[in-house]
């Protein structure tokens, strides 16, 4: 089964920006909707944003909204995570996901739904 893999993140002081990338080497991430989110240590698993199949609609929690951006690139079967304006809040363990191949505008803030990950990159953000 395939493993999207990321790359990206790292140490930033609060107010940094950072862009997290994901990608696919069997399959066509246009296909898909491609969600990240993002585990901080003790803490469930929480949705950040998505992109729907063939980047139809994108979606954000109310917790990032404004902060982050949800992109694709599909020349490079790439999805991007841009984040601005990051706060110590957003520290945490980020994950991609793909999954509702063929779905017009669907997504889930759930994690059942998506088939594939990432292996996740870590995110700190210092005060």
């Known amino acids: 089964q395939e493993q999207l893999v990321q790359s990206g993140g790292g140490l930033v002081q609060a107010g940094g920006s950072l862009r997290l990338s994901c990608s696919a080497a069997?399959?066509?991430?246009?296909?898909?909707?491609v969600a990240w989110f993002r585990q901080a240590p003790g803490k469930e698993r929480d949705f950040v944003a998505a992109t729907t199949w063939r980047g139809g609609s994108t979606v954000y929690a109310d917790s990032v909204k404004g902060r982050f951006t949800i992109s694709r690139e599909n020349a490079k079967n790439t999805v991007y995570l841009q984040m601005n304006s990051l706060k110590p809040e957003d520290t945490a363990v980020y994950y991609c996901?793909?999954?509702?191949?063929?779905?017009?505008?669907?997504?889930?803030?759930?994690?059942?739904?998506?088939?594939?990950w990432g292996q996740g990159t870590q995110v700190t953000v210092s005060s």
């Open positions: 069997q399959r066509n991430l246009f296909d898909y909707a």
């Open positions: 996901a793909a999954g509702m191949p063929g779905h017009y505008n669907d997504y889930d803030e759930g994690v059942d739904r998506y088939d594939y």
